[in-house]
């Protein structure tokens, strides 16, 4: 019987080709590893799953699969922390190596909602995010809506200058 990981790996020392006979236990089963998947059991050609301690019906060489199912994660829309009221999504679940949702938004009174950032202390947003293999929290990130005014001085003509102030808010 030879085992295929399956883009996993096999654990250290495990081999890839077993020896079985007909009728009898293939014994313990290595349980490969792949990043951001549950392992699912073996699959054969014919669509049979086994496990460890299960009797495969061998009448000729054969090839076990690994059978993989995409972990999911927790995502946290942390409005909240940085001073925000409310949000239009405070949570979701992602699957692993697939991109965050980055497009809900959160609202603080008179702030400009940037956008989200794992870093909680961060000044900018993040473009993109891609789910790792753990839970993530993301902060909104606000900017302040208050400016000071700003002084413009003119020139008119090289002789005369006036200076105007403008509030930009």
Do not use: C
Not at 27 to 45: I, M
Not at 48 to 66: F, H, R, S
Request: aromatic share 8%; charged share 20%; proline share 4%.
């Amino acid at each position: 019987v030879t085992l295929n990981p399956n883009g996993g790996t096999l654990p250290e020392g495990a081999d890839d080709e077993i020896d079985g006979t007909y009728d009898e236990p293939l014994g313990e089963l290595p349980t490969p590893e792949k990043e951001g998947h549950t392992f699912g059991g073996w699959e054969d050609e014919e669509g049979n799953i086994y496990e460890e301690g299960d009797i495969v019906d061998l009448v000729e060489d054969t090839t076990l699969t690994a059978i993989w199912t995409v972990n999911t994660y927790n995502v946290t829309y942390n409005y909240s922390q940085n001073g925000g009221t409310s949000a239009t999504r405070t949570s979701d679940t992602v699957a692993y190596n697939t991109a965050i949702d980055l497009t809900p938004t959160a609202t603080k009174a008179d702030w400009t909602f940037l956008g989200w950032n794992t870093n909680s202390n961060a000044s900018t947003a993040l473009n993109s995010l891609t789910m790792g293999t753990s839970d993530v929290t993301l902060y909104a990130i606000y900017a302040n809506l208050e400016v000071s005014p700003v002084t413009v001085t003119l020139d008119l003509s090289g002789t005369d200058e006036r200076q105007i102030t403008i509030d930009r808010k």
